[in-house]
């Protein structure tokens, strides 16, 4: 009798600590955000588009980060540095063409932050920053990581 009576009271002051928490639900709000965005920019993006797109994923990002459980915030952060660095290339891409030579200080900088994207120097010519396969990378990093989080989030 003690016993159920223990369960009972501590079950009690659980619902009561739950009550009022709001549900952590947030990461699936972000992850349909960023899906469109991988979406779109599979099926061929252009930068204004692209930035416009990113900056409503960070807008939802940061409005539903607090209703994301603590422990999958580094996947939201991650997928955002990998989406962000290809809007810097989008920009790049906009500004000058395609291929870029691989030995620039903004090349360099991309490649020490995220060194996968070393394949795309040469991948088509000799010396060259290939920009479509530096954003199919950096976009399987995100997509790659979006699973992840959508696998982690689900029900124990």
């Known amino acids: 009798?003690?016993?159920?009576?223990?369960?009972?009271?501590?079950?009690?002051?659980?619902?009561?600590?739950?009550?009022?928490?709001?549900?952590?639900?947030?990461h699936h709000v972000i992850?349909?955000?960023?899906?469109?965005?991988?979406?779109?920019?599979?099926?061929g993006i252009d930068y204004a588009t692209y930035r416009a797109r990113l900056r409503a994923v960070e807008a939802v990002s940061a409005e539903q980060l607090n209703a994301t459980p603590a422990r999958l915030h580094k996947q939201v952060e991650e997928m955002l540095g990998y989406l962000r660095v290809a809007e810097e290339i989008l920009r790049w891409q906009a500004e000058a063409g395609n291929g870029y030579?691989?030995?620039?200080?903004i090349v360099s900088r991309w490649i020490a932050r995220y060194p996968f994207l070393r394949a795309a120097v040469g991948a088509h010519r000799a010396d060259v920053f290939d920009v479509p396969t530096a954003l199919m990378l950096l976009w399987d990093k995100t997509d790659e990581v979006l699973r992840g989080l959508q696998l982690k989030s689900a029900p124990l």
């Open 1 to 26: 009798m003690q016993h159920a009576a223990l369960f009972f009271l501590l079950l009690g002051i659980l619902q009561a600590a739950c009550q009022g928490q709001p549900p952590q639900t947030g």
């Open 101 to 105: 030579p691989a030995h620039t200080p």
């Open 31 to 43: 992850a349909a955000a960023v899906r469109d965005l991988l979406d779109r920019s599979y099926a």
